[in-house]
């Protein structure tokens, strides 16, 4: 566990969207474990033209690209975490989208989307999101979705835990409250559950298929995984 310091900032979400700031200044455990294996997984399939979708702050592109993208992409909802992502360095700038109209069907290798399905609110919402995003892949392209597990949302990983009784696990669409932290601040954010047969569905439901699954580990030992991984392609 990290250890708390004598001075330390929380914020909470203001409302059901949007970011609190202190949100980017938080190291949490998709860095370590999640951000190196997606970009591994864009390396190998070497993935050229890629779309972060739900980019936030901006880290991830701006940290962790494989050599191989030679086109990024932004887009995020919140004009105010997409303003602290635009102040970022990048080795390669990526193009900040106002929408995702700007990109040509069938034209993409890659979409990521990191800790973004647990802010859809409905399964008609989760739906829709995932069928745009499979329009913007090319046939063979992938959608890379890291999700916090819900299987474990009971236990206390090493920077965040939630308040979801486990008894809701087969109530999809149920708000929990999640609290991220590290040494020095803490947020709250509003999330939803999507258990593992609502994503399934909704795979479906958009079109989509399921090409491999990945369970990522916390930073300390714990019990279970934080963090799952779908990984998603076109169905044929
Ligand atoms: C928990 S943050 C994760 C940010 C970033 N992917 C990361 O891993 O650091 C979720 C992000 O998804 C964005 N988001 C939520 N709903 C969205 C939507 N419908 N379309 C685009 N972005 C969305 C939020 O604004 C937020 O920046």
């Given at each position: ?121 409905t399964e008609a919402q989760c ?71 609502a994503m399934s569905k909704q ?34």
């Open positions: 566990m990290v250890p708390r310091s004598i001075v330390h900032r929380h914020q909470t979400m203001p409302n059901t969207s949007g970011l609190p700031p202190l949100y980017a200044s938080i190291r949490e455990s998709r860095h370590a474990s999640v951000f190196p294996f997606v970009a591994q997984r864009l390396a190998d399939i070497d993935c050229r033209r890629l779309l972060d979708f739900g980019g936030g702050d901006g880290v991830f592109l701006a940290g962790y690209l494989p050599s191989c993208v030679r086109e990024a992409y932004y887009y995020d909802i919140d004009a105010g975490i997409a303003a602290a992502a635009r102040a970022r360095q990048y080795a390669l700038q990526p193009r900040f989208l106002a929408g995702l109209d700007a990109l040509q069907p069938a034209s993409l290798d890659a979409i990521t989307m990191l800790g973004v399905w647990m802010h859809f609110r739906i829709a999101e995932l069928a745009t995003l499979r329009r913007l892949l090319k046939a063979d392209g992938r959608l890379i979705a890291a999700v916090t597990h819900p299987c474990f949302r009971d236990e206390v990983f090493s920077t965040f835990k939630t308040d979801f009784d486990m008894q809701r696990y087969l109530a999809p669409g149920s708000e929990f409250d999640v609290t991220i932290f590290d040494a020095d601040a803490s947020v709250t954010l509003r999330d939803t559950h999507w258990n593992l047969e795979i479906t439901r958009a079109g989509l298929a399921i090409a491999a699954i990945y369970e990522r580990p916390d930073i300390e030992p714990a019990r279970g995984a934080p963090w799952l991984i779908l990984e998603l392609a076109p169905a044929a």
